[in-house]
């Protein structure tokens, strides 16, 4: 096909409605609004979500909080519960072997050692775990124990 020889498909231009042009166009009188009503005058649009009055759907529905996509979330284990493991080294796998912290469910989540407000940890222990909080680490080396971020 030649470009002198490109016309317009006969089936991509409509014609537009021609409103108030008589009863036998199909359009006439009432332009194709119906009778009467909101939606048949001129500015008459009402939005996509209203209900008629009805009690609208999203104030019908409780609000369900917040959920913030960037909060970490650990696992986390006291000094108090690590004072009961009797081993020098206690790491990740050590706690889980002991039930300290919880090995199945959450597995992907980093653990975290607080401290208790009832300190009975005395005994001189090296820690690895993702985080500590500043106590805690300030009692493990004040027992002469460290604290050792993996």
């Known amino acids: 096909m030649k470009l002198n020889e ?3 498909p006969s089936n991509s231009k409509k014609n537009r409605k021609r409103l108030g042009k008589g009863k036998g166009s199909g359009y006439g009188k009432t332009c194709g609004h119906g009778m009467s009503g909101q939606k048949s005058r001129s500015g008459g649009n009402i ?3 209203f209900e008629g009055g009805q009690m609208p759907i999203h104030r019908r529905l409780p609000m369900k909080g917040f959920n913030n996509i960037f909060k970490k979330s650990y696992r ?3 000094l108090n519960r690590l004072s009961k493991i ?3 080294v206690i790491d990740v796998q050590v ?3 002991f039930r300290v ?3 199945q469910k959450n597995k992907k989540f980093p653990v975290k050692v607080l401290s ?3 300190n009975k940890f005395d005994k001189k222990k090296t820690i690895k775990a993702n985080s500590f909080s500043k106590k805690a680490i300030e009692l493990i080396e004040k027992v002469g124990g460290k604290a050792e971020v993996v």
Do not use: F, G, H, Q
């Open 95 to 97: 706690m889980e072997k």
């Open 6 to 8: 490109l016309r317009i």
């Open 116 to 118: 208790d407000a009832e």
């Open 86 to 88: 009797e081993k020098n």
């Open 47 to 49: 939005p996509n979500w």
């Open 101 to 103: 912290i919880d090995s």
């Open 76 to 78: 986390i284990v006291t």
